[in-house]
T-cell receptor
Framework: DAGVTQSPTHLIKTRGQHVTLRCSPI?????VSWYQQVLGQGPQFIFQYYEKEERGRGNFPDRFSARQFPNYSSELNVNALLLGDSALYLC?????????????FGEGSWLTVV | AQSVAQPEDQVNVAEGNPLTVKCTYSVSGNPYLFWYVQYPNRGLQFLLK??????LVKGSYGFEAEFNKSQTSFHLKKPSALVSDSALYFC???????????????FGTGTQLKVEL
């Protein structure tokens, strides 16, 4: 079975531009989360969606937004890119939002802002 | 607020020797604890988790972790290290008492494991 898939794998954007990152969860998983991993740090929680509803939001500015589609795939959008947004963006999926469900991560999308 | 501490930035061990990667946590209730491994330029791979039950949890690739509630620790261990175990290891915690649902993970800063011949 396919794991969590993300696209694109690498991209370079200019300050002020907008970016959209995409994620397909593991088949049967209904929850998708997004994390930002800056070089040398642990991943930081951005959003979680379950059944197309936002179920959690981390400490990120309103420039960051996301949505989940009826097929449970998800998009992360970042507006007005800053140099500090350069990071690895990880998508994760799980069956549910509660309990101790294992959260599985994709390979990530490397975003470089110049 | 939940938090995780990984006190060692790097752990060096000789191949064949046992290894331990340390993790301590802080949550308001009983924690859900996870270990992930990250190879260079890759995503996170799940190793193991503690939800409830036996304090010794066995996971992938021969790794295990011991949950100690009194010391609020969840150290990752392996009896015999391999060069191929060299990678970045992250401990993470989820606080099941957080309101509003969601299964947000809070990660430590990571520990670089280097296994040498």
């Amino acid at each position: 079975d396919a794991g969590v898939t993300q696209s694109p794998t690498h991209l370079i954007k200019t300050r002020g531009q907008h970016v959209t990152l995409r994620c397909s969860p593991i088949s049967g998983h209904k929850s998708v989360s997004w994390y930002q991993q800056v070089l040398g740090q642990g991943p930081q929680f951005i959003f979680q969606y379950y059944e197309k509803e936002e179920r959690g939001r981390g400490n990120f500015p309103d420039r960051f937004s996301a949505r989940q589609f009826p097929n449970y795939s998800s998009e992360l959008n970042v507006n007005a890119l800053l140099l500090g947004d350069s990071a690895l963006y990880l998508c994760a999926s799980s069956l549910w939002v509660d309990s101790g469900n294992t959260i599985y991560f994709g390979e990530g999308s490397w975003l470089t802002v110049v | 607020a939940q938090s995780v501490a990984q006190p060692e930035d790097q752990v060096n061990v000789a191949e064949g020797n046992p290894l331990t990667v340390k993790c301590t946590y802080s949550v308001s209730g009983n924690p859900y604890l996870f270990w992930y491994v990250q190879y260079p330029n890759r995503g996170l791979q799940f190793l193991l988790k503690y939800i409830t039950g036996d304090n010794l949890v066995k996971g992938s690739y021969g790794f295990e972790a011991e949950f100690n509630k009194s010391q609020t620790s969840f150290h990752l261990k392996k009896p015999s290290a391999l060069v191929s175990d060299s990678a970045l290891y992250f401990c993470a915690v989820r606080d099941p008492i957080l309101t509003g649902g969601g299964n947000k993970l809070t990660f430590g800063t990571g520990t670089q494991l280097k296994v040498e011949l």
